[in-house]
């Protein structure tokens, strides 16, 4: 019903920046909140930025003042600019939104299948 497909992914030096995108489609009736998530190999998924209505937006404390999240309501898209990337940062990005669908009654969360963020010399 609501697919997230995320790209932008890739290889870049320390240092480095990379911007990710995200696209919603399907049967969007509003996107009430987005968000970033971060996998790396033998650890946990963690939250990386997200962004709810009102412009409110939250950062792990790893990337503030690095990373940047955006939105363009009228694309349905979610960007997450990453400056100054560190060996820290590679990972399997995520996107996650909470999306009501056209003529549901409730809201649901949905997720991209993850791109690969390597930072590397």
């Known amino acids: 019903q609501v697919q997230l497909v995320e790209s932008g992914g890739g290889l870049v030096q320390p240092g480095g920046s990379l911007r990710l995108s995200c696209a919603a489609s399907?049967?969007?009736?509003?996107?009430?909140?987005v968000g970033w998530y971060r996998q790396a190999p033998g650890k946990q998924r963690e939250l990386v930025a997200s962004?709810?209505?009102?412009?409110?937006?939250n950062y792990a404390d790893s990337v503030k003042g690095r990373f940047t999240i955006s939105r363009d309501n009228a694309k349905n898209t979610v960007y997450l600019q990453m400056n100054n990337l560190e060996p820290e940062d590679t990972a399997v990005y995520y996107c996650?939104?909470?999306?009501?669908?056209?003529?549901?009654?409730?809201?649901?969360?949905?997720w991209g299948q993850g791109t690969q963020v390597t930072v590397s010399s």
């Open positions: 996650n939104a909470r999306v009501l669908a056209i003529a549901s009654v409730r809201s649901y969360e949905y």
């Open positions: 399907g049967s969007i009736f509003h996107i009430e909140s």
């Open positions: 962004s709810a209505g009102g412009g409110f937006t």
